[in-house]
């Protein structure tokens, strides 16, 4: 399925529980209204024991606390302090449990956006012809190289995004890839 919060959240719609989050910081978690009928009814459930009646407490604490129209920074900011204290973590103990790889975004202006189609959830570039194989072949000169390609959903642009070992070598690739999609994009609409 494609990114982008456009795509994303109305996926997220199709489940009980449908979170996403995007590398720019969109995102955010939505629940049906079944799930949360079950997280109300469980958490008054006496059948049950106290810590499961607990823990459907929370979910339904948390549909609240939640933004789910639109994501929003602050109410995820929120959630993330929310999780810290329950588990008993610092921010230090929570950001030495992942390690993001140099990254850098660019948008590449071109004459149509539509000539750059992909598939899988717009990792592969099968449009323009010969753009994937250009890419991967950039992409394995690159200590830790990942780049991938997919047209903008609101502007007349192309979106790159890479990741390599470093940050030096990661701004080399995606303008390389950058560089690419200029030459396929044009060459496609001559």
């Not at 949360?36 to 499961?52: G, L, N």
């Not at 539509?114 to 992409?139: H, N, Y």
Request: aromatic letters at 6%; proline letters at 3%.
């Amino acid at each position: 399925m494609p990114t982008g919060v456009k795509h994303l959240h109305h996926k997220a719609k199709d489940f009980d529980v449908g979170i996403y989050f995007e590398a720019n910081g969109h995102g955010t978690v939505l629940f049906s209204e079944k799930a949360i009928k079950e997280f109300q009814s469980v958490s008054q459930d006496d059948s049950i024991s106290a810590e499961e009646r607990q823990a459907a407490s929370r979910l339904c604490q948390l549909t609240l606390l939640i933004n789910q129209a639109v994501g929003d920074a602050l109410s995820d900011l929120l959630l993330v302090e929310v999780i810290l204290a329950f588990r008993k973590w610092s921010c230090a103990e929570w950001n030495s449990m992942y390690t993001d790889l140099p990254n850098k975004q660019l948008k590449v202006k071109v004459s149509d956006r539509t000539l750059v189609r992909t598939t899988d959830a717009e990792r592969v570039c099968v449009s323009p012809p010969g753009l994937q194989a250009a890419i991967d072949k950039l992409v394995v000169t690159f200590s830790k190289g990942r780049s991938f390609v997919r047209p903008s959903g609101t502007e007349d642009v192309v979106r790159v995004y890479a990741e390599a070992d470093t940050q030096a070598r990661c701004d080399i690739l995606a303008n390389l890839v950058a560089a690419a999609v200029t030459e396929h994009v044009d060459e496609m609409s001559q």
